[in-house]
RNA sequence: GCCCGAGUGGCGGAAUGGUAGACGCAGGGGAUUCAAAAUCCCCCGAUGGCAACAUCGUGUGGGUUCGAGUCCCACCUCGGGCACCA
């Protein structure tokens, strides 16, 4: 025998499992089905080590549960659509399409020798029309049911390349290309109506048992339920009064100006002034990100405009303020700065008035440079409180206060959302086509569902898909808007504003369950297979992407495309970590950072040298990948080298899949080892003589059941560092037990089977050599017997006063009180209690026993 | 700025409120070898001690408990998200 040659093995248990159709997902009523996905990727080009352990993570559990019986849907597509393909146009010319595909081909072919137990059969991209097309029929019946619509709203705007930036398009405040300072401009756009659906999406966190809690709590501070109080300042000038909303009504009395949002009516009023006009357009500076307008410097304009305090009946003058958002509340609030540190702020910058309206129990403070903001469950003295209270709560003074406005007429208790209406509009080619039409007659006109798919212009070579000028090639393309009224006939134009991405992965997981379909799903495949019942994916999608597939989800079974109980369509959600790498670093001669690959450094003592030139250079550890900082491991050069199983076997074991794993040469190279010295284990268990019995028999079989348990627990959890924790220990069990053939051959078959999640190839390898029937991965799940994992005698460690001092070896089931006796004989208990007796003694069965002296 | 996490030996990490450091890496010692590689065996938190053992030790400071890595409060550092990156 030769050795453990992966690429071999590799190659020839993957066409076994083709052959056999192990893979492939079809629909058999009655059998339990499980459904697993990962999140799809984005076809950046190429296939990265984090893709690697992201499904790497979905094949344990998708093999595990072909094992344990299930018919499993495990699926593979491409979020195919986005910026980066228009931005490799731009960089080196191409065409977004040719280049999107031609990434996706690459990386398929990187992803096919991984072994992953895919079924290739149902794969799609979101950028093919069959998809896409799918897609404009769901907003088609969306808009019938009143769930998109169109209203203004904010977009960074360059002035000079007179285009809309994406966030991530505005550095510093500034466009990436022109450099130009960049503004708030609002723009016509469609909208998905999920604020409607707010409180359902909230009430709904608390069924999803089997997700993270941090996401629950996430998605719950994001949508923002707040329960305040909405009410009119009237005008000293007689105009129409303002609406504000606040969530804290107590602190009215300390209110000392009205706010108003740079784009609320009455602001817009006042333009042509041209001093109002240079403060809006100042206002409107910068990015529209709720970061950027946070740390933003605050601003503020004196309108001149005069209100009057519902309740004292003091005036108050009415400021523009840049920190305020139309789209929140009504657009105005009131501000009380003795209890908000930005309001405080901005009072002490334009010497407006300060009025504390409660302070501490302890010491009575009035405000100065810091504001006074105790957790509202927190007691204080209030001062002169119109609705008479002296000593309360926060939440009490709230309640209190709307009552008291309620019952006089002034004011209204009204809940309301932080969670907006999903903005759909992009103002860019390589997206999904918005199926509308705008015509002069008719208005808006939705295209007629036969004309679908609407496809994008390809217009090969040069011409009118140009990325060379900034903008969107769609509004300058000079046929394909041109299109007749699918109303009235006569001439109209298309819609050229293409879908958010996020649209796209929103409902993908329902089209895996009828690829193919000629309607957006097939109801009885979707009501086959959904819901997902194991989803994967990064923490970073925690909010928008899963909020807006839930919002997806109930939207499509309202109109007919998925069952009732897909309305929450993702039964149990785990988030994995990144992959991470150590960055080699040094610096050239005028002081510049230096990258060198991995394959460029030699690694001694700790320490990093350049293999050519042998200068010592720093090491980063645990960076986050970035071609830029030359530390991608690239999963195609891990593969040549140690092969898939390695690969695999690796990104699962150091670390716990929710945390981050760092990627270290001698991490894979020990991983390598390892499957080597399994392999040899089975080659030696091959050659050994029949027969007899060994002493060891027993203990091994002992030792496999609790592995057997131990590690399908931690499948199950997904705790695969610790499972392979224990396969590792197992490997070491069994290389060493003196036992027969016969038993060892069961052990390193189990020890296959119990590997053959993460590492198939391998594990299939050592099934055959060891005369296993059919193929190890289609083999049923080995059970652990309940007899075989408890121990008869149990070592408890002895404390006293909470110090490990000793311990004692007894019977598993003895009492307490027989435990309590013998380690109250125990010498060291002896010496500490000094003749004494013992204040206290706890025992826990099989655990512990503490003795308090 | 706001919301959510994470922090344990030289390193990755393990640990239903119950023996902190399983398992792996690196390191040290040994076996094998003409030698090396590979492989196998042993040791491996810090300090003191020949040792038995003692003291300290899970980011920092407090607290709850017979007992805290685990629960509570405050803080520090790092990471994720902040609605047009995906």
């Not at 290739?120 to 896409?132: L, Q």
Request: glycine fraction near 8%.
């Amino acid at each position: 025998m030769s050795g453990y040659q992966a690429s071999e093995i590799e190659a020839k248990w993957q066409e076994a499992w083709d052959a056999a159709g192990l893979f492939r997902a079809e629909r058999v009523e009655g059998k339990p089905k499980y459904y697993v996905l990962e999140m799809f990727p984005y076809p950046s080009g190429k296939l990265h080590i984090g893709h690697v352990r992201n499904y790497t993570m979905g094949d344990v559990i998708a093999r595990y549960k072909l094992a344990t019986g299930h018919n499993v849907l495990h699926p593979m597509g491409f979020d195919a659509f986005g910026m980066p393909a228009e931005n490799a146009a731009m960089a080196s010319g191409g065409h977004p399409k040719d280049w999107t595909y031609g990434n996706i081909d690459t990386m398929v072919e990187q992803m096919k020798p991984l072994g992953l137990s895919l079924d290739w059969s149902r794969m799609f991209a979101t950028c093919d029309p069959e998809y896409y097309g799918q897609q404009q029929a769901l907003f088609l019946d969306f808009l019938e049911e009143g769930l998109v619509y169109r209203k203004n709203a904010v977009v960074n705007w360059d002035p000079v390349d007179m285009t809309v930036l994406a966030n991530e398009q505005v550095e510093n405040g500034r466009g990436w290309r022109s450099g130009a300072v960049v503004e708030r401009k609002e723009l016509t756009q469609w909208f998905f109506n999920i604020s409607s659906m707010a409180d359902e999406l909230l009430e709904a966190l608390d069924g999803l048992d089997n997700w993270p809690a941090k996401v629950r709590l996430m998605q719950e501070n994001w949508i923002g339920k707040s329960r305040g109080l909405q009410f009119d300042f009237e005008r000293m000038d007689g105009g129409e009064p303002i609406t504000v909303y606040t969530t804290r009504p107590d602190t009215l009395n300390g209110a000392s100006f009205v706010g108003i949002s740079p784009d609320h009516p009455i602001a817009k009023g006042l333009e042509g002034d041209p001093e109002v006009d240079a403060f809006l357009a100042e206002a409107r500076k910068g990015g529209t990100t709720e970061e950027a307008i946070e740390k933003a410097e605050k601003l503020g304009y004196d309108t001149g405009i005069k209100v009057k305090h519902p309740l004292t009946g003091a005036e108050l003058p009415v400021w523009i303020a840049n920190f305020i958002l139309m789209d929140y509340g009504t657009g105005a609030i009131f501000a009380c700065p003795a209890h908000d540190q930005r309001d405080l702020d901005f009072c002490r910058k334009y010497d407006l008035p300060v009025i504390d309206t409660f302070f501490a129990l302890d010491v009575p403070q009035p405000v100065e440079s810091e504001a006074f903001v105790p957790p509202k469950t927190e007691k204080v003295r209030w001062v002169d409180h119109f609705a008479g209270l002296d000593m309360a709560t926060g939440e009490e003074a709230i309640d209190a206060t709307i009552d008291f406005m309620e019952a006089r007429g002034l004011g209204k208790g009204v809940t309301k959302f932080r969670l907006r209406d999903w903005g759909l509009s992009r103002q860019r080619y390589w997206g999904c086509p918005i199926p509308v039409v705008h015509c002069e007659a008719c208005g808006v006109v939705p295209e007629k569902k036969e004309n679908l798919p609407i496809e994008l212009p390809y217009d090969e070579g040069a011409g009118p898909i140009d990325f060379s000028v900034p903008g969107n090639p769609l509004d300058r393309h000079p046929t394909w808007r041109d299109v007749d009224c699918p109303a009235c006939g006569n001439p109209a134009r298309r819609e050229t504003d293409t879908m958010d991405t996020f649209v796209d992965s929103s409902w993908y997981f329902a089209r895996f369950t009828a690829p193919r379909a000629e309607t957006p799903t097939d109801m009885t495949e979707a009501d086959y297979w959904m819901n997902v019942d194991q989803y994967i994916g990064g923490v970073e999608h925690a909010i928008l992407h899963l909020l807006y597939a839930r919002f997806f989800a109930r939207a499509m079974h309202i109109c007919g495309h998925l069952p009732e109980k897909s309305k929450e369509p993702f039964d149990a959600l785990f988030t994995q970590g990144m992959v991470t790498h150590a960055i080699f670093q040094s610096e050239d001669a005028k002081g510049r950072p230096v990258y060198h690959y991995p394959e460029e450094v030699e690694l001694r003592d700790g320490k990093a040298f350049l293999k050519e030139g042998g200068a010592e250079v720093e090491i980063i550890p645990s960076a986050k990948m970035s071609k830029s900082k030359n530390n991608v491991v690239d999963p195609v050069t891990i593969i040549e080298q140690y092969g898939a199983d390695t690969a695999r076997w690796f990104v699962l074991s150091d670390s716990p899949p929710e945390r981050d794993v760092e990627w270290t040469a001698a991490g894979a190279e020990a991983a390598h080892k390892h499957l080597s010295r399994v392999w040899n284990l089975s080659g030696r268990i091959c050659e050994m003589e029949d027969g007899a019995q060994g002493e060891g028999d027993a203990a091994l079989l002992k030792e496999m059941h609790k592995t057997i348990h131990d590690v399908t627990m931690g499948i199950e959890s997904f705790g695969f560092n610790a499972a392979i924790a224990k396969l590792y220990a197992f490997t070491n069990t069994v290389s060493k037990a003196k036992a027969g053939k016969a038993a060892l051959r069961e052990a390193v078959m189990t020890l296959a089977k119990l590997m053959s999640p993460m590492t198939p190839h391998l594990a299939e390898d050592i099934w055959a050599h060891q005369g296993g029937e059919g193929l190890c991965s289609a083999a049923p799940w080995p059970e652990a017997d309940e007899a075989m994992l408890v121990d008869d005698e149990v070592v408890m460690p002895i404390q006293i006063n909470g110090k490990r001092r000793a311990e004692i070896s007894v019977p598993k089931d003895m009492d307490k009180a027989e435990v309590e006796k013998i380690a109250l004989k125990h010498e060291a208990v002896q010496k500490a209690l000094d003749g004494d007796a013992p204040k206290k003694v706890i025992v826990v069965p099989g655990r512990i026993v503490n003795v308090v002296a």
